[in-house]
């Protein structure tokens, strides 16, 4: 099936450090969703895009929906310990279903 | 809690067996999703409903795969005469309604190992 194109597959980092990632496709979505799930978990949602051009924020993350639609980055700034897990983006054009990313794997050196 | 359960939270079988998987979706919400994740790899959808409509099937991978919810709450996802590369987490989420700008909450997920 559809898969979007997630970058890096892993990062490792120092504690500190800032991250970003970022997630392409061919398609054109009307939301982008990123989540986080850590080991064991299922993956929770960090931040809801929702339209071309938003930029939002939730603490240290902070996140834009490209202005092509087709785009969308995740960016992580002075990194903890905490921050390690596995970031995925999704993305959805209308009521269709959600596509997902393969995910970051996340590693923070303390 | 008030999340998404599912059970069991590790499931080992042999290959040829059948399993089933079970997910408590959040109460009062009315669609509910089965995913698989496997090994480095993003989600992959495979089953959706949503109230009383006919499922969305379209993304079981093989007629081994079936599932039901009963009484538009609790779903189970069968998987019958396992093969080995069906070990992989099954994932269940729920909405309060269906496909849209709607978040999803997940479950722990199932780890099978099919040896």
């Known amino acids: 099936g559809q898969q979007l194109n997630q970058s890096p597959q892993s990062m490792f980092i120092q504690e500190g450090e800032d991250v970003s990632m970022n997630c392409t496709s061919s398609?054109?979505?009307?939301?982008w969703l990123w989540y986080k799930q850590e080991p064991g978990e299922g993956p929770v949602l960090l931040i809801a895009l929702y339209k071309a051009g938003e930029l939002t924020s939730n603490g240290r993350l902070t996140a834009q929906f490209g202005i092509t639609r087709k785009d969308s980055f995740l960016n992580i700034s002075a990194s903890i310990p905490s921050d390690v897990g596995i970031y995925f983006c999704?993305?959805?054009?209308?009521?269709?279903?959600?596509?997902f990313g393969k995910g970051t794997k996340l590693t923070v050196n303390p | 809690g008030a999340g998404v359960s599912q059970s069991p939270s590790n499931k080992v079988t042999e290959k040829g067996k059948d399993v089933e998987l079970r997910c408590d979706p959040i109460?009062?919400?009315?669609?509910l999703y089965w995913y698989r994740q496997s090994l480095g790899q993003g989600l992959e959808f495979l089953i959706y409903?949503?109230?009383?409509?006919?499922?969305?099937k379209s993304g079981l991978p093989s007629d081994r795969f079936s599932a039901e919810r009963t009484g538009g709450s609790v779903s189970t996802l069968t998987i019958q005469r396992t093969q080995q590369e069906d070990s992989a987490v099954y994932l269940c989420a729920s909405s309060l309604v269906g496909w849209g700008p709607e978040t999803q909450y997940f479950g722990p997920g199932t780890r099978l190992l099919v040896l």
């Open positions: 109460s009062g919400h009315t669609a």
């Open positions: 409903f949503q109230g009383n409509s006919a499922p969305d």
């Open positions: 999704a993305g959805q054009g209308g009521s269709e279903k959600l596509v």
């Open positions: 398609s054109i979505f009307n939301t």
